[in-house]
């Protein structure tokens, strides 16, 4: 169970669903809070009792353990028995809390202010900001505020708060909004009044707010209180700025119209205040803002994914199935890779579209209907039965595939360019029911891109050239996929897609390993990797690394890198056995060779298919060869895996050659 911990107000702790946690008594919580104190050092029982008790009892120590056990079955009550605690854990004298950096509020709180830096654009310090004084919840560790041991933090943490408090100010000041800078300035001057850098941050709110008495009364009213509590005068900055105010220098007041950032705040802000009490407007907007949110890099993309779900439990909860279905549709962000960051979410998004379809009335609702559809056939990309069924045209074994089939029927008669390109992105999520659909691909890819062209759809052009990228180098055309990457690229610096970059970098690592010699693919592959950190995209990059650099050695003929123990991800069942083959453990190989199941119909089947092959070879096992070869026979004239526009493990035809040898 994932556990977080809180000490800015009371000591508390929350399970992974935000549940409070039951502490037992304030006993507890001390050796909690104390633990915490202590930033996953060791603190001795000893000092624990010393901290706990000015006159211990007379079994002190083992009342600690008592608390210490107590906590343990709070903190992991899933821990099974007989085994070491990975939390709450005894080592040496003492104990020690092995929370992770963000798992405590008052330290996610350090990392927010410390992020602030300089050089941060001001309304990346005012999200940072505020999200990380609204952990506050009241002052830190406030059940412990005669502590000796609590003191010195507390003090610390209520200073870089007060900091924070104007750091924040500063950014709502630079991003053109000086009223709400005031609003927060007010009180906090008045409560601190011997923080000259809140006078200063408030009369110069109140000189940017055109109210500039009211700015010279502030200056004048610090200089006081200054004078008479602390008996000093103001400092430099506080004196110069009322100087300034008396001559209206033109440094003070950054213009009327700002920059991008201003006007992005005075928006948010006057949105804010008109739609926030209207519920539906507000979630479909929300959910509008979470698309956007989704391409501008890997932080956004897994903040977007976080919130999307609990904006269409909100729209099922008000019983409106249209507007569930324009919240769940709405989210029409371009989908690539073919296997899901959060397949939990995919599921549970999926059965929200299947209820509201069922709840939509039968006559109408033709493009919610369609959105919906698509929805389902996007988010259940890497679904398709891997039974052996093959879905030929015409046939709807598959629910996903049927739904991509609707979606795209319904789109053409609505003649709705935007959601044509959505069904689209559908029809290719489930382009996979048999190997050798690399051309049927590259054909949707082209009808996005044309589609984008003439109705200005950049995010679906983008799409639509990656799909072609994917396609062509199936195909060996490493000329066109040249074209594609290139034109995916200017798009992705003309719109600010970031993300399109991890795309573009993994196929040029791709061409390299078709075009240059082993230790300049491997290269390409490692600097490629290195696009996926923070990407958000983890259903992308699990194992894919050590797969890539796989299919490198099987490519140039070169010694296996990698053994069967490297982190292989979701691709272990399919490498395994060939790993302990080229390791000269054969029953062994044989054996997980049976028990791999069939590779998921998705980009990288036919990948995986000829790994399989080759592990096939090794041992001399007739049936998975057999299977290998009919499966592999209809991407005959395809590069084994270069539709996913990551990597290849060279041409289809040399690996049904070779298993043919195999089967006679």
Not at 7 to 20: F, I
């Amino acid at each position: 169970m994932h556990v977080t911990f809180g000490v800015l107000g009371a000591v508390a702790a929350w399970d992974a669903e935000q549940r409070p946690l039951a502490l037992k008594g304030p006993r507890h919580r001390a050796v909690l809070a104390r633990l915490i104190v202590a930033r996953r050092q060791v603190v001795p029982v000893a000092r624990l009792v010393a901290d706990l008790w000015e006159e211990p009892p007379k079994d002190a120590t083992g009342t600690v353990r008592t608390f210490v056990a107590a906590l343990r079955r709070a903190v992991e009550p899933d821990r099974p028995p007989r085994t070491p605690p990975r939390l709450l854990v005894t080592e040496g004298p003492g104990y020690a809390l092995r929370a992770g950096a963000g798992d405590v509020d008052a330290w996610q709180f350090e990392q927010a202010v410390d992020a602030v830096t300089d050089a941060a654009p001001p309304a990346t310090a005012l999200g940072l900001l505020t999200e990380a004084l609204d952990r506050w919840r009241g002052p830190a560790y406030a059940d412990f505020a005669d502590a000796p041991w609590a003191r010195t933090e507390r003090t610390r943490l209520t200073q870089l708060r007060l900091h924070a408090v104007e750091l924040r100010a500063e950014a709502q000041l630079a991003l053109g909004a000086p009223a709400q800078a005031v609003a927060d300035l007010d009180a906090h001057a008045g409560e601190h009044p011997w923080r000259e850098e809140a006078w200063r941050l408030l009369a110069l709110g109140l000189y940017r707010a055109g109210r500039q008495a009211d700015a010279l009364s502030v200056l004048r009213r610090a200089r006081t209180l200054l004078k008479e509590q602390l008996g000093v005068d103001p400092g430099p900055r506080l004196r110069h700025l009322e100087e300034d105010v008396l001559r209206q220098a033109d440094h003070l007041d950054p213009g009327a119209h700002g920059s991008a950032a201003q006007v992005w705040t005075r928006a948010t802000t006057a949105y804010e205040s008109n739609v926030a009490p209207r519920a539906r407007i507000q979630l479909e907007s929300s959910v509008g803002l979470l698309r956007d949110l989704a391409v501008t890099g890997g932080g956004g993309l897994m903040t977007a994914r976080r919130h999307r779900l609990a904006a269409v439990a909100a729209a099922e909860e008000l019983g409106d199935p249209e507007l569930t279905a324009r919240v769940i549709g709405r989210y029409d962000v371009p989908a690539l890779w073919t296997r899901s960051d959060d397949p939990e979410q995919s599921r549970l998004l999926v059965g929200a579209a299947e209820r509201t379809l069922r709840r939509l009335p039968s006559d109408g609702a033709a493009a919610a209907r369609c959105r919906l559809l698509a929805t389902i056939a996007v988010e259940s990309r890497g679904m398709l039965p891997t039974d052996g069924t093959n879905c030929p045209a015409g046939t709807t074994s598959s629910r996903p595939l049927q739904a991509a089939r609707q979606a795209e029927a319904l789109a053409r008669e609505l003649d709705d360019a935007a959601l044509l390109a959505f069904a689209l992105n559908g029809t290719f999520m489930q382009s996979f029911h048999r190997a050798g659909l690399a051309p049927r691909r590259d054909a949707v890819g082209a009808e996005i891109v044309a589609l984008s062209v003439r109705h200005d759809l950049p995010r679906y052009e983008v799409l639509g050239h990656l799909i072609r990228v994917q396609g062509r180098a199936a195909l060996a055309d490493l000329a066109g996929a040249d074209r594609h990457a290139a034109a995916a690229d200017a798009l992705a610096a003309r719109h600010d897609l970031p993300l399109v970059a991890v795309f573009t970098t993994w196929y040029r690592a791709l061409r390299t390993a078709l075009t240059q010699p082993a230790d300049a693919a491997r290269a390409a592959y490692r600097e490629a990797a290195r696009t996926l950190e923070g990407a958000g995209m983890p259903g992308l990059s699990e194992g894919l690394l050590p797969l890539a650099l796989l299919s490198v050695d099987v490519l140039h003929g070169t010694t296996y890198g990698d053994g069967p123990d490297t982190e292989w991800g979701p691709y272990e069942p399919w490498v395994r056995p060939l790993l302990l083959a080229d390791l000269g453990r054969i029953d062994e190989a044989r054996t997980a060779l049976r028990a791999a199941p069939e590779p998921p119909r998705d980009l990288l089947n036919e990948a995986l298919w000829c790994v399989l092959g080759r592990a096939a070879l090794a041992v001399g096992d007739r049936t998975t060869a057999r299977l290998a070869h009919t499966h592999l026979r209809p991407a005959a004239a395809e590069q084994a895996g270069a539709g996913s526009g990551l990597l290849t493990f060279g041409p289809v035809e040399r690996q049904l050659a070779e298993l043919g040898g195999l089967l006679g």
